[in-house]
């Protein structure tokens, strides 16, 4: 799986948008960008995911560059229990559905200021 | 959604004690499940890969006779760290991957905080 590279570390005004950006300069063509986040003491939570193509869910969106070699995760409006690691994994996805190990970086601290 | 619960979510334990860890997909199948150990201010380390009937395949490392996984239904794997000592001590979280997802999310519990005493 590429690598991937994230600031250490981030702050964010309470209501304003958090932008996370990754960077993931190897990935290859059939790699998918994964978000994860872990708040203090919890398991990950998975948040979006892509392959190419913007994406957006109920919880953020996912810009992915032309060239691909690196993303940013959007939360619109942060609110203070956005506060946590967020992780970007860079996968690759096979038929073997379910084998597929995630190896996590360091991430970036998010803290939403109030 | 798919919930993952773990149990305990806390444990102390005194060195040289056996503990059992539980990782239980509550509302779905899972056709793997992955154990994971997080040192404070560390992420996450893989250290076992588990599917239903068949055994764990263990992160370079980690010591599968140390740490037991028995993944014996498709909801229920239990990660059991043998004869634990302070080192051992950590967060240990579970996740599962649900049967019949076309691809790879995976759903991971609460963690289990162990202590060794």
């Known amino acids: 799986d590429a690598k991937t590279t994230q600031p250490t570390s981030m702050d964010c005004a309470e209501g304003r948008a958090a932008n996370l950006p990754c960077n993931h300069s190897?990935?290859?063509?059939?790699?998918?960008v994964y978000w994860y986040r872990q708040i203090h003491s919890q398991g990950p939570q998975y948040i979006i995911h892509?392959?190419?193509n913007n994406e957006t869910n109920e919880m953020a969106s996912l810009i992915i560059t032309e060239d691909r070699k690196s993303s940013t995760l959007i939360l619109p409006h942060a609110t203070l229990r956005d506060t946590a690691v967020y992780y970007c994994?860079?996968?690759?996805?096979?038929?073997?559905?379910?084998?597929?190990?995630?190896?996590f970086g360091t991430g970036t601290r998010l803290t939403i200021i109030p | 959604g798919a919930v993952v619960s773990q149990h305990p979510s806390r444990v102390i334990c005194k060195s040289g004690t056996s503990v059992k860890i539980e990782c239980r997909s509550l509302?779905?199948?899972?056709?793997?499940m992955f154990w994971y150990r997080q040192f404070p201010k560390q992420s996450l380390m893989l250290m076992a890969t588990s599917n239903e009937g068949s055994k764990a395949t263990y992160e370079q490392g980690v010591e599968k006779d140390k740490f037991l996984i028995n993944h014996a239904s498709l909801t229920l794997s239990t990660l059991t760290v043998t004869s634990a000592h302070p080192e051992d001590s950590s967060f240990y979280i579970c996740?599962?991957?649900?049967?019949?997802?076309?691809?790879?999310?995976?759903?991971f519990g609460p963690g289990t905080r162990l202590t060794v005493l």
């Open positions: 190897t990935i290859s063509g059939n790699e998918y």
């Open positions: 994994i860079v996968r690759g996805e096979t038929s073997n559905f379910g084998n597929e190990k995630l190896t």
């Open positions: 996740s599962a991957h649900r049967l019949g997802d076309s691809y790879n999310e995976q759903f």
């Open positions: 892509g392959l190419k």
């Open positions: 509302d779905f199948q899972a056709t793997t």
